[in-house]
């Protein structure tokens, strides 16, 4: 749990307790409600992030965890329920940011979007 300062409506976070984040990164993150999208690390500001190119990890096969989807992909991409990318989404309450190696990358963006 970080010692967040909330002034005026902004929230600070001690420089001790921020995530180096380098921005353009493909990243897997968990939001408190919002769920798990994988996309490009656009900003992070608190626990507000914006990810560009991103999908929304709505179900999954094939990874224990997110770690695993984030380190190694998914072993079944062809069970999953990604819907296709959008191009840009602001999610103002993420709890992990876990950046991702290149082959869970192209794993995640080669599942086919799921249409309900």
């Not at 984040?21 to 409600?33: A, L």
């Not at 990890?57 to 990874?63: I, K, N």
Request: aromatic share 6%; net charge positive.
């Amino acid at each position: 749990m970080t010692n967040e300062i909330n002034i005026n409506g902004e929230i600070y976070v001690p420089k001790s307790e921020q995530v180096k984040q380098p921005k353009g990164d493909y990243v897997v993150v968990r939001t408190e409600s919002a769920g798990v999208h994988a996309g490009n690390l656009v900003s992070r500001k608190g626990k507000g992030v914006v990810l560009a190119d991103t999908r929304r990890l709505w179900y999954w096969e094939g990874a224990a965890s997110l770690s695993q989807i984030a380190g190694t992909g998914i072993s079944k991409p062809s069970r999953c329920k990604f819907p296709a990318a959008i191009a840009e989404i602001t999610l103002t309450e993420a709890i992990e940011i876990i950046p991702c190696t290149d082959k869970a990358r192209k794993i995640i963006e080669g599942v086919k979007p799921w249409i309900a």
